[in-house]
């Protein structure tokens, strides 16, 4: 090698030697779906302990409420149904459809099973309902002893439910004897009291007609042969009103309409009178 072939050692420029920045390290994203999921389950969580909450609270509000109005003994059983989410109808001020229900309650006189079905309650009652109305439903041992409480119904009688009619049977003594008589009578609504109106009779098996009986019995027909009336409305609040009656299989059901005003009117919450 010749001395003109020798170069100097250059050093090597900066750029070439720096050291290359690390690489960027990228933010895991599955902790922040973490947290949103958990977010969003407490809120789900929070929203059905609230909702849970406000149900058990207008539950025992209705319950307290009937028991007082219709004076119920405090044990007994009713159930209340809301439909629907409670929440955003407290919110709004309304409830949409209220259902109400009880087996073997005694109103005055009367024990049977009794359904209400509500619409549009407004919650601070200062306001009409949108709709109301209810059914009061007896077995015929029930009617028995409904109209076993009438003053001169007769002895005895016997009571049966047989759509569309109730059948009485009871008997006329003649001359020691008893003669069997069987009554169909025709349930109705009137005034708002339960009403029961004889429509035909069978006297030891042959029909005969009203003045036929009274012909041959005289006045011992007056008391099977009158129409029986049951008046209901002094044991209920003013606004609920017995519009119907019908034997229905087995059951004698009794249909109610309910005053849109009886959550603010005062009167209508308080009993009614008998004619």
């Known amino acids: 090698m010749n001395p003109g072939d020798t170069q100097p050692t250059?050093?090597?420029?900066?750029?070439?030697?720096?050291?290359?920045?690390?690489?960027?390290?990228?933010?895991?994203?599955?902790?922040?779906?973490?947290?949103?999921?958990?977010?969003?389950?407490?809120?789900?969580?929070?929203?059905?302990?609230?909702?849970?909450?406000?149900?058990?609270?207008?539950?025992?509000?209705?319950?307290?409420?009937?028991?007082?109005?219709?004076?119920?003994p405090a044990d007994q059983q009713i159930d209340v149904e809301v439909a629907g989410a409670v929440l955003p109808q407290l919110i709004r001020g309304s409830l949409d459809d209220l259902a109400i229900s009880s087996d073997d309650v005694t109103i005055g006189?009367?024990?049977?099973?009794?359904?209400?079905?509500?619409?549009?309650?407004?919650?601070?009652?200062?306001?009409?309902?949108?709709?109301?109305?209810?059914?009061?439903?007896?077995?015929?041992?029930?009617?028995?002893?409904?109209?076993?409480?009438?003053?001169?119904?007769?002895?005895?009688?016997?009571?049966?439910?047989?759509?569309?009619?109730?059948?009485?049977?009871?008997?006329?003594?003649?001359?020691?004897?008893?003669?069997?008589?069987?009554?169909?009578?025709?349930?109705?609504?009137?005034?708002?009291?339960?009403?029961?109106?004889?429509?035909?009779?069978?006297?030891?098996?042959?029909?005969?007609t009203a003045n036929g009986v009274r012909d041959q019995f005289g006045g011992l027909a007056d008391g099977v042969l009158q129409t029986w009336t049951v008046c209901i409305a002094g044991d209920l609040p003013a606004g609920i009103t017995l519009t119907d009656l019908v034997v229905e299989g087995d059951r004698l059901t009794g249909s109610f309409d309910v005053d849109p005003a009886i959550v603010r009117d005062v009167s209508l919450q308080e009993n009614g009178a008998c004619a």
């Open 109 to 208: 006189p009367l024990t049977g099973d009794i359904d209400v079905r509500v619409q549009g309650v407004p919650i601070r009652g200062d306001a009409d309902l949108e709709a109301g109305s209810g059914s009061v439903t007896l077995d015929a041992a029930q009617l028995q002893a409904l109209l076993g409480s009438l003053e001169g119904f007769p002895d005895g009688a016997e009571v049966a439910l047989d759509a569309p009619n109730v059948r009485l049977t009871t008997a006329f003594p003649v001359f020691g004897v008893e003669v069997p008589v069987t009554i169909a009578v025709v349930p109705s609504a009137v005034e708002g009291d339960l009403a029961l109106t004889p429509s035909a009779v069978s006297v030891a098996g042959a029909e005969l």
């Open 10 to 72: 250059q050093p090597l420029p900066e750029w070439a030697i720096a050291t290359a920045p690390p690489p960027r390290r990228r933010r895991r994203v599955w902790p922040w779906l973490l947290a949103f999921f958990v977010v969003a389950g407490l809120a789900v969580v929070a929203w059905s302990v609230g909702e849970a909450v406000a149900r058990d609270l207008v539950v025992r509000t209705v319950r307290e409420q009937v028991i007082t109005n219709l004076a119920l």
